[in-house]
């Protein structure tokens, strides 16, 4: 694999700096070591610019060119927050927080733009300016708009943006990307059912807000079934379904049903959300109930923009020495598509081996995905904006 040479001596210490982000696992914008720790590295390393408290926790490192004539200045994104998950990877530096873990690689990328901006601190062989984005909350807490909301892209004049994920099941450090939709947008719903509690033998004395939920359920697999065009992809799944009794012989008053709506098309998403909203409370009424929705959007589609997908494919290219183009699209969701709704960007794949999906207690980074990753987001900044 042809990664920069000096990436290559970096990858254990590097390494270490990853080890030591998974040993104390943080969440969403709590932050404080992970932020403090990324921080003290981009000083230490010599960037022009450290800024904190980005989007409440994110961390902002500027690294000015040899040149800067250009004016071009580009965005490299990390994220730095772990799940709520109990490790079982069996791994020495697992997590020393019970309840806390690394299990979708944050780490790894983080370490990853940390090993980079030190690349690019010693060597700036470009015209033009880096900015490092560590971005808190990516883990539903919508960090990447919270960032672009305190300024980010405006603040430094940032033209383009890019970021990396890893992926399980690609072989390591091989890459790939798509243009257009790459993941899914990701919208929940809570779901009140009221009706009239009662006394299981006496079901006519009573409205049964269970049987009405169920009929809601159904009804919602109808969005897709009959509302969407089958060669759309759009997912309505419920995942819980709450009675406020448990008992066997009760009718209860109220159920609450929470669920998400995830698709690849913005349009189809809002078909959606009113496909939704029509059929819950006509549902509920024609078996004398009622029910209310509270619908949250959430991250919107992921979409990588053309010219940008081509260029950030021919870095991976120039570094793995060959990447797939055209990866299928996955239903996930990612709130790095804020950040490429505020500015043109991509955002690419890393392949993260023969290991556990990410999200699974069982999951592991696979370190030998560090010097590719480190070359491809140097590769961007140097063919992005050459010296010459």
């Given at each position: 694999?042809?990664?920069?040479?000096?990436?290559?001596?970096?990858?254990?210490?590097?390494?270490?700096?990853?080890?030591?982000?998974?040993?104390?696992?943080?969440?969403?914008?709590?932050?404080?070591?992970?932020?403090?720790?990324?921080?003290?590295?981009?000083?230490?390393?010599?960037?022009?610019?450290?800024?904190?408290?980005?989007?409440?926790?994110?961390?902002?490192?500027?690294?000015?060119?040899?040149?800067?004539?250009?004016?071009?200045?580009?965005?490299?994104?990390?994220?730095?927050?772990?799940?709520?998950?109990?490790?079982?990877?069996?791994?020495?530096?697992?997590?020393?927080?019970?309840?806390?873990?690394?299990?979708?690689?944050?780490?790894?990328?983080?370490?990853?733009?940390?090993?980079?901006?030190?690349?690019?601190?010693?060597?700036?062989?470009?015209?033009?300016?880096?900015?490092?984005?560590?971005?808190?909350?990516?883990?539903?807490?919508?960090g990447g708009k919270a960032?672009?909301?305190?300024?980010?892209?405006?603040?430094w004049g940032v033209q383009?943006?890019?970021?990396?994920?890893?992926?399980?099941?690609?072989?390591?450090?091989?890459?790939?990307?798509?243009?257009?939709?790459?993941?899914?947008?990701?919208?929940?719903?809570?779901?009140?059912?009221?009706?009239?509690?009662?006394?299981a033998a006496m079901p006519?004395?009573?409205?049964?807000?269970?049987?009405?939920?169920?009929?809601?359920?159904?009804?919602?697999?109808?969005?897709?079934?009959?509302?969407?065009?089958?060669?759309?992809?759009?997912?309505?799944?419920?995942?819980?379904?709450?009675?406020?009794?448990?008992?066997?012989?009760?009718?209860?008053?109220?159920?609450?049903?929470?669920?998400?709506?995830?698709?690849?098309?913005?349009?189809?998403?809002?078909?959606?959300?009113?496909?939704?909203?029509?059929?819950?409370?006509?549902?509920?009424?024609?078996?004398?109930?009622?029910?209310?929705?509270?619908?949250?959007?959430?991250?919107?589609?992921?979409?990588?923009?053309?010219?940008?997908?081509?260029?950030?494919?021919?870095?991976?290219?120039?570094?793995?020495?060959?990447?797939?183009?055209?990866?299928?699209?996955?239903?996930?969701?990612?709130?790095?598509?804020?950040?490429?709704?505020?500015?043109?960007?991509?955002?690419?794949?890393?392949?993260?081996?023969?290991?556990?999906?990410?999200?699974?207690?069982?999951?592991?980074?696979?370190?030998?995905?560090?010097?590719?990753?480190?070359?491809?987001?140097?590769?961007?900044?140097?063919?992005?904006?050459?010296?010459?």
């Amino acid at each position: 694999m042809p990664v920069k040479n000096r990436l290559a001596e970096m990858h254990a210490e590097i390494t270490e700096w990853r080890h030591d982000l998974h040993e104390h696992p943080e969440l969403m914008y709590d932050l404080p070591r992970t932020s403090a720790l990324v921080a003290e590295r981009l000083r230490g390393f010599g960037c022009d610019e450290v800024v904190t408290g980005i989007g409440i926790s994110g961390v902002v490192g500027v690294i000015r060119g040899r040149k800067t004539e250009s004016g071009k200045v580009i965005a490299l994104r990390a994220d730095m927050d772990a799940l709520p998950i109990q490790e079982a990877s069996g791994v020495e530096f697992a997590s020393k927080t019970p309840g806390r873990m690394h299990a979708c690689g944050h780490d790894g990328h983080t370490a990853i733009l940390l090993g980079a901006a030190k690349y690019l601190a010693e060597t700036r062989n470009f015209d033009g300016t880096v900015v490092l984005a560590f971005q808190p909350a990516e883990e539903g807490g919508a960090g990447g708009k919270a960032m672009v909301d305190d300024g980010l892209m405006d603040r430094w004049g940032v033209q383009e943006v890019y970021g990396l994920h890893n992926m399980p099941g690609l072989p390591t450090g091989q890459f790939a990307i798509r243009e257009g939709a790459l993941l899914a947008s990701a919208d929940e719903f809570t779901i009140t059912v009221t009706g009239k509690g009662g006394h299981a033998a006496m079901p006519h004395a009573a409205i049964d807000t269970t049987l009405v939920a169920s009929h809601i359920v159904v009804a919602l697999q109808s969005i897709v079934s009959r509302n969407i065009d089958p060669l759309g992809n759009v997912v309505v799944t419920v995942g819980s379904f709450h009675t406020d009794s448990v008992a066997s012989n009760v009718i209860a008053h109220e159920v609450v049903l929470k669920g998400t709506i995830r698709t690849l098309d913005p349009d189809l998403r809002k078909l959606a959300h009113e496909r939704l909203m029509t059929l819950v409370p006509a549902t509920a009424q024609a078996y004398g109930a009622t029910a209310e929705v509270d619908f949250q959007w959430g991250y919107p589609v992921t979409v990588n923009h053309p010219e940008q997908t081509r260029f950030a494919a021919d870095c991976a290219e120039a570094v793995a020495g060959s990447v797939i183009r055209d990866v299928k699209p996955v239903m996930p969701a990612e709130d790095f598509a804020f950040m490429l709704e505020a500015r043109p960007g991509a955002y690419i794949f890393l392949g993260n081996g023969d290991t556990p999906m990410c999200h699974h207690p069982a999951y592991r980074f696979d370190d030998e995905a560090i010097p590719a990753g480190c070359s491809w987001f140097v590769t961007l900044a140097e063919r992005r904006m050459p010296l010459e």
